[in-house]
């Protein structure tokens, strides 16, 4: 009998998330990203981008996810990212490229487009490369909905890190200690983009190329015992925000699941209660590109009783 009611339990649950998913995938559609602008910051009429790294906490030790954003009206074909960080206290473990577009991505030929990532941990850079469609068609370029939060950087912080800000900074041409390896007409690039429309070269990739705006991020490093640390969205306590942490809100909810670590983490709407609109409010940004949510890391101070229930956050 108790193996019939698992059972029927974990129907229940597979059931809501089917329900969720489907209304997510028929609500209407996300707000538009902000006016672009240009290299100088003014308003472009004919549109621009703007890369945004995220701003994020974590303690010594810890693994931590840092987003990143493109913010625009139009729809890319080509991003190069190039980005500094401080080698002594961040170890760059992986950089992910968010589902939705890796999916979009696997569909086509592995020719016809590319995601590549390099790393030099002595000289402290980092740059991204992604070519949606090498041809550059219209309609295969990665649409703006699905360009907010497109990359996630995973560093894991030195046990020995001090408190404070470790910056991640966007390079600017003309300006790097390092040379990399985006180069236009012979000379060193860093962070670009290029519209759909034409073809793109593999070996010459950024030709034609426009400069986005640029918004540095910055891991802030905290001390355990002086505070306690919980990401909001991230439910089930794995770093790692993606579809098993509104399966486990889903779960603790409408399958009999245990009860949460950390119930403020799976407040994601900040209404003070965990309900079905928390999984939406999720599968809504993990799946459509929806700004309604955005990670973010709640730092308490030690005396703050949520330090306690929310332990398996902090180490």
């Known amino acids: 009998m108790a193996s019939v009611r698992a059972f029927l339990a974990s129907a229940v649950c597979v059931a809501l998330a089917a329900v969720v998913l489907l209304s997510v995938f028929v609500a209407s559609p996300t ?13 472009m009429d004919d549109g621009g981008a703007t890369i945004s790294i995220g701003q994020v906490w974590a303690v010594p030790g810890m693994a931590v996810d840092v987003p990143i954003s493109i913010e625009t009206d139009l729809a890319l074909n080509v991003f190069a990212l190039s980005i500094e960080f ?9 950089v992910e490229l ?21 790393a030099n941990e002595d000289e402290g850079w980092l740059q991204i490369l992604l070519v949606a469609d090498f041809a550059g068609q ?27 800000s470790l910056p991640l900074i966007l ?13 236009v007409d012979g000379e060193p690039v860093h962070n670009r983009f290029v519209r759909p429309g034409r073809a793109v070269s593999p070996d010459e990739p950024l030709d034609g190329s426009e400069v986005p705006r640029l918004n540095d991020g910055e891991i802030s490093v905290a001390i355990i ?42 407040d994601v709407n900040i209404d003070g209660t965990v309900d079905i609109a928390d999984p939406v409010v999720l599968l809504d940004y993990l799946f459509k590109g929806s700004t309604a ?3 973010a890391t709640v730092v308490l101070s030690s005396s703050d009783p949520l330090s306690e229930i929310c332990a398996p956050y902090s180490g």
């Open 31 to 43: 707000r538009g990203a902000s006016p672009p602008f240009g290299p100088d910051g003014e308003v």
């Open 86 to 94: 401080p080698t002594e206290s961040l170890d760059l473990v992986d």
């Open 98 to 118: 968010r589902n939705s577009v890796k999916s979009l991505l696997a569909a086509r030929p592995s020719e016809e487009s590319a995601f590549t990532w390099i």
């Open 138 to 164: 219209e309609g295969r370029a990665v649409p703006p909905g699905l360009l907010r939060s497109i990359f996630t950087l995973r560093f894991k912080v030195a046990e020995d890190a001090e408190a404070g």
């Open 171 to 183: 390079t600017l041409d003309g300006e790097a200690s390092y040379e990399g390896t985006f180069v």
């Open 225 to 266: 015992g002086d505070v306690g640390i919980f990401v909001r969205g991230d439910a089930n306590a794995d770093q790692i925000i993606d579809v098993s942490d509104p399966v486990r809100i889903l779960t603790h909810l409408f399958a009999g699941g245990a009860p949460l670590d950390c119930p403020p983490a799976s």
């Open 293 to 295: 949510f955005q990670p």
